[in-house]
C-alpha cells in the first residue's frame, strides 16, 4: 500500500491539473498560448517559490495576460539535492511578449537571489497539431518514474496571475471523486493519450470515459 504522502501527492496532482483545465477553458482561445520555461539549479523550494513570486511581482503582472505556472523537480538529485524549475503558460501568442524582457526578468532574479546559480530562459510555440502536448507535459505527475512536481513540500505548487475570476471556483477536483490509486494508475493513460495533446480534456471526464462501454474492458489497466 501507497504511504500517505503518495496518496496525497496524487490528489495534489490532480487538482492543480483540474484548475490548470478550467483556466485553458477560461482563457485560451483557439492556439494562442506560449510556452516558457525558467531554468536554474536552485535547490531550495522556498527560494524558488520566492523567485516566482518576484517573476509576478517584475514582469508577468504587467504584460496584462492571464498565465498559469507550475513549479516543478528534476527527477534526480544533483550533488544530493534535487533542483527546481518553473513552466509557465501565458495566454497569448509568442510574437505578443518580447523575449529580451522575459530573459532580463529571470537574470536579474537569478542574480538577486543565486547569484552563482546556472539559468536559461526558453521560449516556445505551441505544435501547431499538438498544441496542449507541452501544457500537459507541465503538468505530469512523474518522469522516469519518479515523481517530478516538489513532493513531500509544503503548500501549493502552481500559481497564476492576471487569471480573475477564478475560472475553477465551485468545481469538483478529482481527489472528491476519484480514488488516490486509480487516480495513480489513470494518470498514465491520460498524459500519453493523443486526444489530449490536441484538445486537453478534464480529468474527471477522462476518468467518465473509462465508465463507458468504450473503455469498460481496459479501463484500469496498467500500461506501464
Request: charged share 25%.
Amino acid at each position: 500500500m501507497r504511504p500517505p504522502s503518495f496518496r496525497n501527492y496524487y490528489r495534489k496532482c490532480s487538482s492543480v491539473l483540474e484548475f490548470a483545465y478550467y483556466w485553458k477553458e477560461a482563457f485560451i482561445k483557439g492556439r494562442q498560448l506560449t510556452y516558457i520555461d525558467f531554468i536554474c539549479h536552485i535547490d531550495d523550494y522556498n527560494l524558488i517559490k520566492k523567485a516566482g513570486r518576484k517573476l509576478i511581482q517584475n514582469y508577468l503582472s504587467k504584460i496584462k495576460f492571464p498565465v498559469f505556472g507550475v513549479y516543478e523537480r528534476a527527477p534526480k538529485k544533483i550533488n544530493g539535492k534535487f533542483i527546481y524549475h518553473i513552466h509557465l503558460v501565458v495566454a497569448c501568442r509568442e510574437d505578443q511578449l518580447n523575449r529580451k524582457d522575459i530573459s532580463r526578468a529571470w537574470a536579474g532574479i537569478i542574480k538577486q537571489l543565486a547569484p552563482q546559480t546556472f539559468y536559461r530562459t526558453y521560449v516556445e510555440r505551441p505544435d501547431p497539431v499538438h498544441p496542449f502536448k507541452k501544457f500537459l507535459y507541465y503538468l505530469k505527475f512523474k518522469k522516469s518514474w519518479k515523481p517530478v512536481k516538489p513532493y513531500g513540500q509544503k503548500g501549493s505548487f502552481f500559481f497564476h496571475t492576471n487569471s480573475n475570476p477564478l475560472p475553477w471556483l465551485y468545481k469538483d477536483m478529482p481527489k472528491d471523486i476519484i480514488s488516490s490509486p486509480v487516480i495513480e494508475r489513470l494518470q498514465y493513460r491520460y498524459f500519453n493519450d493523443p486526444i489530449n495533446h490536441r484538445c486537453f480534456i478534464s480529468f474527471i471526464d477522462y476518468y467518465n470515459r473509462t465508465k463507458t462501454n468504450q473503455y469498460k474492458k481496459n479501463r484500469f489497466r496498467k500500461i506501464y
